[in-house]
């Protein structure tokens, strides 16, 4: 199976600070990159995604940078707030694929 | 409220002894996936389904089984011969059938074998 590479594994921010995780792929055939959010004892739920025909996607404060070329997709997170702390899944997936690969996670906290 | 529900939230098994977990949707999704998550190790794939009375394996499908009867209902079975069965279980649900849409998660069950 194709594999999503994601970094770092942890991260640690202060309250107002920017959150960046990255992932890496292989499969130029994937063309949907969701991030998904977890909390603790919960299930991911989606948090915002992006196709390859734009390089950015922003929605609040959490943005997706797209690069193509590169076969990267990182996840910002602005003003990082404590109740942003949690666990964030990037994964990918392609028309037909049936099956999105997901990266293995980064563990997020936020002191405040 | 459209959602996706699992039950039970906790399950205890003994050694030895099959246990069955429930996924129901009342989104209208074709496509429904049974997933294992460990600390450290992502999501990983049991098993999926695209339509009723079809289903496929996934990545670690040894020591689980699935029915899909009806399109709104996903059961897994964890059977006594998955050796390492304490985890947590997510079922998911997708808007598509081709893997290329948003999925939607349950709250999912954690399984202790004692």
């Known amino acids: 199976q194709q594999q999503v590479k994601q970094s770092p594994q942890s991260l640690i921010v202060q309250k107002g600070g920017i959150s960046i995780i990255n992932c890496a792929y292989e499969?130029?055939?994937?063309?949907?990159f969701p991030w998904y959010q977890q909390f603790p004892g919960k299930g991911p739920a989606l948090l915002i995604a992006?196709?390859?025909?734009?390089s950015e996607k922003k929605e609040g404060r959490f943005t997706i940078s797209f690069n193509k070329s590169a076969k990267q997709f990182s996840l910002h997170i602005m003003d990082s707030q404590p109740g942003d702390s949690a666990t964030y899944f990037c994964?990918?997936?392609?028309?037909?694929?049936?099956?999105?690969?997901f990266g293995r996670g980064t563990s997020l906290i936020v002191h405040p | 409220d459209g959602g996706i529900t699992q039950s039970p939230k906790y399950l205890f098994r003994k050694e030895g002894q099959n246990v069955t977990l429930s996924c129901e949707q009342n989104?209208?999704?074709?496509?429904m996936y049974w997933y294992r998550q460990d600390p450290g190790q992502g999501l990983r794939l049991i098993y999926y389904?695209?339509?009723?009375?079809?289903?496929q394996k996934g990545d670690i499908a040894e020591g689980y089984s699935v029915s899909r009867e009806k399109k709104e209902s996903f059961p897994l079975t964890v059977t006594s011969a998955q050796k390492n069965p304490t985890a947590f279980y997510l079922c998911?649900?997708?808007?598509?059938?081709?893997?290329?849409?948003?999925?939607?998660f349950g709250p999912g069950t954690r399984l202790t074998v004692l």
């Open positions: 989104l209208n999704h074709d496509a």
């Open positions: 389904s695209q339509i009723v009375n079809d289903f």
């Open positions: 499969n130029t055939a994937f063309d949907y």
């Open positions: 994964a990918a997936s392609s028309m037909g694929s049936y099956i999105p690969t």
């Open positions: 992006i196709r390859p025909d734009v």
């Open positions: 998911a649900s997708e808007t598509g059938t081709s893997g290329n849409n948003e999925q939607f």
